[in-house]
DNA sequence: GCGACAG
DNA sequence: ATCTTGTCGC
């Protein structure tokens, strides 16, 4: 499985190959995919919503039987199929995929978002609440809301030691008393590192996740307890 | 052997 | 991720 990540991260393109902006997705004028699971016993429970200018257009889902374990650093071989099978049901084409999972921060360069995104082709970015791997460049606690850091490729990962590979960026901090984490921002396809993080600030959201994942991960939530749990 | 590890 | 009540703060 090892081997097929270096494949898809030499197959991905971590540079920009995109035909909307940043503005574009402010201005409504680019779709966006915000994907989040949940689970139920040995089942995958994969949530889309799709936005446009702030605004959910579309949802869709799959309650799909899961085949692996979690596993640091193949985590797209658990979830990669369940989210395949959820996006397949859209009947539009978003611009822009954005994952609850590493992109190009991974041992390999290729994180959950770098797997899926690299099979369709779509500009993806990933999207984390902790670190896989990687050095952040300057350290990430008392950041204040708006702040970001890069992070670079350190000797865990294949990629150059140094490389940039993506940016813990703080969203939200409320108080100074009570810190809140940054989350971790990386390319998952067709997108630099740079572009990637101003892609997840114009989407916006009144949360720590950009709107797309934190709606993505609530309606998983509420699929969830339709299905039992 | 020790450390470290998305969801 | 998931199991889970109350609770501190804006």
Redesign the pocket.
């Known amino acids: 499985m090892e081997a097929l990540q270096r494949e898809i991260a030499a197959a991905a393109v971590f540079e920009d190959a995109i035909d909307f902006t940043p503005d574009a997705i402010r201005d409504g004028e680019a779709l966006v995919a915000g994907i989040?699971?949940?689970?139920l016993g040995e089942r995958a429970v994969s949530a889309v919503v799709l936005v446009r200018g702030g605004e959910v257009v579309a949802r869709a889902h799959a309650i799909t039987p899961l085949s692996m374990p979690?596993v640091?650093?193949?985590?797209?071989f658990r979830?990669g199929e369940p989210i395949v099978a959820a996006l397949e049901t859209l009947d539009v084409e978003p611009d822009l995929l954005v994952f609850?999972?590493?992109g190009r921060i991974?041992y390999r360069e290729a994180?959950?978002?770098t797997h899926v995104g690299s099979c369709f082709d779509a500009p993806a970015i990933?999207v984390?609440?902790?670190?896989?791997?990687g050095r952040p460049r300057d350290p990430t606690d008392g950041l204040a809301e708006g702040d970001r850091v890069a992070i670079e490729a350190d000797d865990s990962m294949t990629a150059p030691d140094g490389t940039v590979v993506g940016y813990a960026y703080q969203s939200r901090q409320?108080?100074e008393?009570?810190r809140i984490n940054p989350v971790y921002v990386s390319s998952g396809h067709r997108l630099s590192a740079a572009t990637a993080l101003e892609c997840v600030i114009a989407c916006g959201g009144e949360y720590k996740l950009p709107r797309p994942t934190r709606l993505a991960d609530r309606y998983?939530?509420e699929l969830?307890r339709e299905h039992g749990?």
């Open positions: 989040d699971q949940a689970f979690y640091p650093g193949l985590l797209a979830e609850d999972g590493s991974h994180g959950l978002a990933g984390t609440k902790n670190l896989l791997c409320y108080s008393s009570k998983a939530d969830k749990g």
